[in-house]
């Protein structure tokens, strides 16, 4: 297919909300793959592997509800359900038949649920960093990043901040973690990409509704996956056991496992050359090119 290395930004409305979204690729193919980013990060966490695997796909970095571009909730609802709302009026907003999905951990655990719930429109799952047990030190890591200082004068002084918290990652690492999330101010500075409501430790969102409690139990989505499935795991994290990652490739049947060396939890910015060779070696022992 005709494909295009220069990335497009773009925007559509979706379930009552804007979204933005960074677009690689034919716009005419129905397939796609669409990258999805975790908490309190961006669409840009995927610049490196989005470029890589634009060579040979229509590819989409989506910035979830309430980060980077794309508006916050009114109602503080970011819950896994409504979040699976969103990429289905997106997906469906495209005007896509299929989809690849790519997700690191919150977008990890959206397309699970979503490829669960739309097996016949899913061809092929990434989950990075995703798994329904997480470890309670890299929660509190992020938590402590997301509720830290609100503003920056200079792009050094988020990556200062991000070396407090990984002091063995490289410079190169955490510049690009940086750049994932942050947004830039009118005055020229910079603030966190997402949404302020993050940072408030009493904020609560709406009880869900019946319909909405159907995706709280993300082992029942796991169970219900039918398309092929790879999961991914830096081999640093501190976000994920073994055992976990093991428990999730046994309930889903023909899985498989990939280790990213020299990648923590973040592997998207950790290691994009060698997370986008794997996706893309998987992909292409599953079908020569997009449907």
Same mark, same amino acid.
């Given at each position: ?83 699976v709302e969103d990429l289905e009026a ?76 990984? #002091? +063995? =990652? @490289?410079?190169?690492?955490?510049? %690009?973690?940086?750049?994932?999330? $942050? ?5 020229? *500075? ?51 056991? #073994? +055992? =976990? @990652?093991?428990?999730?490739?046994? %309930?889903?049947?023909?899985?498989? $496992? ?5 990648? *923590? ?27």
């Amino acid at each position: 297919m005709a494909s295009s290395n220069r990335p497009r930004d773009e925007s559509l409305d979706a379930n009552g909300l804007r979204f933005q979204y960074q677009e690689w690729g034919d716009v005419r193919t129905k397939h796609a793959v669409i990258l999805l980013h975790g908490f309190a990060e961006t669409k840009a966490i995927w610049t490196d592997v989005g470029l890589d695997l634009a060579r040979e796909y229509r590819v989409i970095a989506l910035d979830q509800r309430g980060h980077g571009g794309s508006a916050p909730a009114r109602d503080n609802d970011y819950s896994r359900a409504t979040q699976v709302e969103d990429l289905e009026a997106v997906i469906t907003g495209l005007g896509l038949r299929t989809v690849t999905l790519v997700g690191h951990a919150m977008g990890g655990a959206n397309a699970l649920c979503y490829a669960a719930e739309h097996p016949d429109i899913v061809t092929a799952l990434v989950i990075i960093e995703t798994a329904p047990e997480v470890l309670r030190t890299g929660m509190e890591t992020i938590r402590k990043l997301a509720t830290g200082p609100d503003k920056f004068n200079t792009l050094d002084e988020v990556v200062d901040l991000y070396r407090q918290y990984y #002091p +063995e =990652a @490289t410079s190169e690492q955490l510049e %690009r973690r940086a750049r994932a999330s $942050v947004a830039v101010t009118d005055e020229g *500075g910079y603030t966190w990409g997402f949404d302020k409501a993050f940072r408030d430790s009493r904020m609560r969102p709406p009880e869900p509704d019946p319909g909405q409690r159907r995706l709280n139990d993300l082992w029942d989505c796991v169970d219900r996956v039918q398309c092929p499935v790879m999961i991914v795991r830096g081999a640093d994290t501190d976000m994920l056991t #073994p +055992e =976990a @990652t093991q428990r999730v490739q046994r %309930r889903i049947i023909g899985s498989r $496992v990939s280790l990213i060396e020299g990648a *923590g939890h973040h592997v998207p910015t950790d290691q994009p050359s060698a997370l986008s060779l794997n996706v893309r070696e998987f992909l292409q022992n599953l079908f020569s090119g997009p449907a």
